[in-house]
Structures are given as structure tokens and as C-alpha cells.
């Protein structure tokens, strides 16, 4: 059994996050500050549904800000937390590029203030959830952890870099033991509602247009959340020294056959409007998996087909 500390584990990832580690024995603190970014009650509902796990023996929820140290530090002073899995963040390249300022703080002064209670009170072991943005218009495909980093295009991205390169920094002044996780476009049951798959999804069942941002051949390696719990999962298992890790599903998906998934999983039509590109996106992304498969034993299974008839079949009951 492991006394865990997930920031951010009432949200979309985090909150299944938590009950997988409840079902696995582990005791959880989770830190979230359910804040506005989207509706609350949503994030609300997440912590029921995570309650209910073992009857929500071993669980307890703080509402806090990973940018108050002070906050911090008493919770590191009175817990003996085994780990500390961080998926806490500002989400979201397009919100980023209009509040920047806000996304360092959150992303950037907020992850180095965990780190810094790490240090001070002895937890040598950190999972830090990243992002494929970090690759930004990489030329390379499909995306290898040990590429060059030279063209992110969003701030969202520069702060996932920076929390990246503060826990490399941990780990060789400190010796902590940490694993930075690059997250490749997400989704499954409680995904944010803002996410393409569920906007998409709501649209389409509201009989409402559908934007479609460029001309539709963009993109994108989507993977089912299932598979992402069981490659945070592996790193637990496997936490030694630094390292990075892509976890996704190693295909991509253009925007426009996902819209003819959804729309076949609804049994709707999509009213599609046309839409300019926008600032931040781009053209592709793309997971090389290798690395997580000899490692730490990272292996998903779930389709696009398959995990967009889960999605639907939750959203059209819950969502």
C-alpha cells in the first residue's frame, strides 16, 4: 500500500486515476482547487463517482491551489506521502495563448513548488503529467522522446516543457526519482467538456454546427483513457532515475473521420462549418511508443472505433 498525493484528481484523468489506486489498495490525498475553468459540478460529480470506490475508504479530498506553498508545506509536513503524481495544470493551447501569465503560474511556479516541498520533505518519488504539445510542429514523424524541441507553438506547451526540464534539474541536484508522462490527445468518459470528442459528440446530438477549424486532414494520435491509467500505472511500477515517456496510441485519426465516427455512434448527422485555422494548432500528432512498451510495459488496446462507441454509449447516458 502507497500514501499517494494526486494534484489535480478530481479532474478528467486524475479522477480515474484515483480510483484505480483505490482499487489497487493505495490511500489518496487529492489536491484540486475545482476551479472555473470549466463547470465545477462536473469535477463535483467526478469525486462522487471516485467515492464510491471501496466506499471511498482511503480517500480524501483537499481544496486547494498548488500555488499556495504554504498550503503545501503543511500538507507535506503532516502526511508521509510515497509518491506524488501531478496532473494538476492549466489545460488547453488555444485559452493559453490569451493568459499566458496565468498558465506560468500555474503550470510552471506551481509544479516547481511541489518539487520544492519534494525536496524539503523527503518524497523522492514524482510522476509529472505532460503533454504532446511539447512537440509542437515537429517535423519527425512519429514523435520520439529524445527529439529536439524547437518549434512549440503555444504557451501552453512552454510550460509543460519548463515543468519538464524544473523536474530533470530535481532529479539531478536532489536525486529524485521522477517520470515525465506525455499525454497524446485524451479522451473516454469525463472528458473536459471543451475537449474535441465531447464538443463534438454534444454538437452533433443537439443538432447544432460542428466547427471545423482548416480544411479537416489534421490529425491527431487519440487515446482512450483506459490505456493512459495503465501507462501511469507502468511508470509507478517502474519509477527510477528521470525519465520521459510518450503515452499514446501510436495512430492518428484525421479530424474528419472522427466526425463520421461520432456521427455514426450517435446515428446523426453532422451540420459541418467551415472554420479558419487556428493560432496554436497543429498539423499532427503522433506517438512512437517503443520506449514505454520496453520500460514500462505500456501496451494499449483500445481503438478509435471501440473507444468512441465507449465514449458515446457514457456520454448519451451520463455526459
Not at 489498495?25 to 460529480?45: S, T, V
Not at 463517482?49 to 503543511?74: H, N, P, T
Not at 510542429?137 to 506547451?157: C, G, H, Q, T, W
Not at 490529425?219 to 483513457?225: E, K
Request: contains cysteine.
Amino acid at each position: 500500500m502507497k500514501r499517494v498525493l494526486v494534484t489535480g484528481g478530481a479532474g478528467f484523468i486524475g479522477s480515474h486515476l484515483c480510483q484505480r489506486l483505490l482499487q489497487e489498495g493505495d490511500e489518496i490525498l487529492c489536491l484540486d482547487n475545482l476551479d472555473a475553468y470549466y463547470d465545477p459540478a462536473i469535477k463535483r460529480r467526478n469525486l462522487e463517482e471516485i467515492r464510491a470506490s471501496r466506499g471511498g475508504k482511503g480517500f480524501q479530498l483537499v481544496e486547494g491551489d498548488i500555488r499556495d506553498k504554504g498550503l503545501l508545506d503543511d500538507l507535506f509536513r503532516r502526511s508521509s506521502f510515497d509518491l506524488v503524481i501531478h496532473l494538476a495544470a492549466r489545460a488547453g493551447v488555444r485559452p493559453s495563448i490569451e493568459q499566458p501569465l496565468l498558465y506560468e503560474e500555474v503550470n510552471v511556479a506551481g509544479t516547481l513548488n511541489l518539487l520544492e516541498a519534494c525536496r524539503e520533505f523527503g518524497v523522492r518519488d514524482l510522476i509529472f503529467g505532460s503533454s504532446s504539445s511539447v512537440y509542437g510542429k515537429n517535423r519527425k514523424v512519429p514523435f520520439a522522446e529524445e527529439d529536439r524541441l524547437e518549434a512549440m507553438i503555444s504557451p501552453y506547451a512552454v510550460t509543460k516543457r519548463a515543468g519538464e526540464l524544473f523536474c530533470y534539474a530535481y532529479h539531478h541536484l536532489y536525486g529524485l526519482n521522477i517520470s515525465c508522462l506525455r499525454f497524446f490527445t485524451v479522451y473516454g468518459p469525463r472528458q473536459r467538456p471543451e475537449m474535441a470528442i465531447h464538443k463534438f459528440a454534444r454538437l452533433i446530438h443537439g443538432g447544432e454546427r460542428v466547427p471545423l477549424y482548416g480544411d479537416g486532414t489534421s490529425r491527431r494520435d487519440y487515446t482512450y483513457i483506459d490505456d493512459i491509467i495503465e501507462g501511469i500505472i507502468g511508470a509507478m511500477r517502474n519509477l527510477q532515475g528521470y525519465d520521459i515517456f510518450n503515452l499514446g496510441e501510436s495512430q492518428t485519426v484525421p479530424l474528419r473521420e472522427l466526425i463520421s465516427l461520432l456521427e455514426q455512434a450517435l446515428g446523426k448527422k453532422a451540420e459541418v462549418e467551415a472554420m479558419p485555422e487556428q493560432p496554436g494548432d497543429v498539423p499532427i500528432t503522433y506517438a512512437e511508443i517503443s520506449k514505454a512498451r520496453r520500460l514500462i510495459g505500456y501496451a494499449p488496446h483500445v481503438g478509435i472505433e471501440e473507444g468512441v462507441q465507449r465514449f458515446v454509449r457514457w456520454f448519451l447516458d451520463k455526459g
